[in-house]
């Protein structure tokens, strides 16, 4: 007989009202004009779901009817007040590291929340296995019941997985470790061998007869081999990849705490855990079309590192004969003409010129010219990252655009005014088949009378470790300084 929840009616109800504030939440964050409002029905629906959970279980609620026919007990007081202590230190920590945290380091910040949403499904599990008794999921003769255990196994392995993966991505973005791919030498059957291990380890540890001390050792040497496959599924994957693995890691981690939510007979779990867990999945599948990646090589690991090693540039770029051009020149071109595409990248977010770009933009427009941004999905080192940059300097929405609406325009465009976008201009992703980005749809800016690129030496590449042909054609005027103090002489030259 399997454990069935006893979970009261109105803590049901108050479940489903939390599902609805996340579908909300999903909602609102599709789009950087309603992010905030999203945000808002995001943290209602936590909140709702928290307080529900703590009301059912204190004081001495009963929640599982075992087969013994006995109670889980809920929590005492002492519990309660470790609990709310926990809660405040955690919210501590978030809201400090919020207000501190700087734009150009979200995305390792959300590989790091990744990896706590991983490790928290990985102890949970833990404790359900080492004391199942206070979890309610015994059975007549004192052994976990088989789905319990398939429950528990799964999401040990997906957090373990969701926890070094990330832990690896905040090292690659973080600059702990390269962004370039580190190849291992039949890495592919390595990781097909590991995932063949967990699984039959699992389908053993579900059919055992007792939990005994073999079942000790398939539990933890599956969660073992978790954290082993997650590490290498990421390590092969280079820079220019990782957006795609950011989303990713968030589906896993939300399938791990699906996964726990059954072992916690916890409605909203599965519900939250569900809800991030398909829409990671969806977003993940966008962001491979959007750089013309296999679905099934993402899962895989090491997507996009077989055609080059990336790594830094060593290409002597600061040899070959350019374009070099000043603010001054730069704000001749842009006053004289009469469509303007502006492509941000990483470069801006470092610099953090967004606030003068669009001073500069709101500049060229009071002089009749037409200013437009092109935004392609991968720029920067997560999904939106520029968006939100944008959207903090309040550049208006109808004016920026994604990538399959704008790249026709840039042949009738005078001036593609670039500013630290290096991958996602690169032609070397539709001509060179031995890149490591090549395939990836990129925005077509060398189709511009004129592109003024903003760089702060010619001596690096872009995060894929990829030198950009566009530097050095005829029609492209390089301007190498700081990409803040670059806008700001233009804005002044205007």
């Not at 519990?79 to 590291?97: C, K």
């Not at 993402?298 to 990336?310: E, H, R, T």
């Amino acid at each position: 007989m399997d454990h069935v929840s006893t979970t009261p009616a109105w803590a049901m109800i108050a479940y489903l009202a939390a599902g609805i504030c996340f579908i909300l939440a999903l909602r609102g964050l599709s789009s950087p004009e309603t992010s905030r409002q999203g945000n808002r029905y995001g943290m209602i629906g936590m909140l709702v779901a928290v307080a529900t959970t703590l009301i059912v279980h204190y004081p001495g609620a009963a929640l599982y009817d075992e087969a013994a026919g006995t109670l889980a007990d809920g929590l005492d007081g002492l519990a309660l007040a470790e609990i709310l202590i926990a809660i405040g230190i955690g919210a501590a920590i978030g809201l400090t590291t919020a207000r501190r945290i700087a734009m150009t380091a979200m995305p390792q910040l959300v590989a790091a929340f990744h990896s706590l949403v991983g490790l928290a499904a990985v102890l949970v599990a833990a404790a359900a296995f080492l004391n199942p008794g206070a979890f309610g999921i015994l059975d007549q003769t004192g052994n976990i019941f088989a789905v319990s255990r398939v429950e528990m196994v799964l999401g040990a392995a997906i957090g373990a997985i969701t926890f070094s993966g990330s832990v690896i991505a905040f090292a690659k973005l973080n600059g702990n470790m390269s962004g370039a791919p580190i190849i291992l030498p039949a890495r592919h059957l390595i990781n097909f061998g590991i995932l063949l291990g967990i699984i039959v380890l699992t389908a053993l540890f579900a059919l055992s007869a007792s939990a005994g001390p073999g079942e000790n050792q398939m539990f933890w040497i599956v969660t073992a081999l978790a954290f082993l496959v997650g590490f290498l599924l990421i390590i092969p994957i280079g820079g220019a990849d990782m957006p795609v693995v950011v989303s990713m890691l968030n589906s896993y981690s939300g399938w791990a705490a699906a996964a726990m939510g059954f072992t916690l007979s916890n409605t909203a779990m599965i519900i939250t855990g569900a809800l991030v867990g398909s829409s990671g999945a969806i977003l993940s599948y966008i962001m491979c079309h959007a750089m013309n990646r296999s679905f099934i090589s993402v899962i895989a690991g090491g997507f996009g590192s077989d055609a080059g090693s990336g790594g830094a540039d060593k290409s002597g770029a600061a040899d070959r004969p350019f374009k070099r051009g000043s603010a001054d020149d730069a704000a001749f071109l842009l006053k004289n003409a009469e469509k303007v595409i502006i492509v941000p990248g990483y470069g801006m977010a470092v610099a953090q010129a967004q606030h003068v770009l669009r001073e500069m933009a709101e500049e060229l427009e009071e002089q009749g010219v037409d200013v437009r941004y092109a935004i392609h999905p991968v720029a920067g080192r997560m999904p939106g990252h520029m968006n939100v940059l944008l959207a903090e300097a309040n550049v208006p929405y109808d004016k920026v655009f994604e990538l399959e609406d704008i790249n026709s325009d840039f042949g009738q465009a005078d001036v593609a005014f670039v500013i630290g976008a290096n991958d996602v201009t690169n032609p070397a992703a539709k001509t060179d088949k031995a890149s490591p980005i090549y395939g990836m749809p990129v925005l077509d800016v060398e189709n511009a009378k004129t592109t003024l690129f903003i760089k702060r030496s010619m001596g690096g590449a872009g995060y894929a470790g990829v030198e950009n042909e566009l530097f050095f054609r005829d029609n492209t005027m390089m301007l190498l300084a700081d990409a803040k103090k670059m806008v700001e002489d233009i804005v002044k030259a205007l």
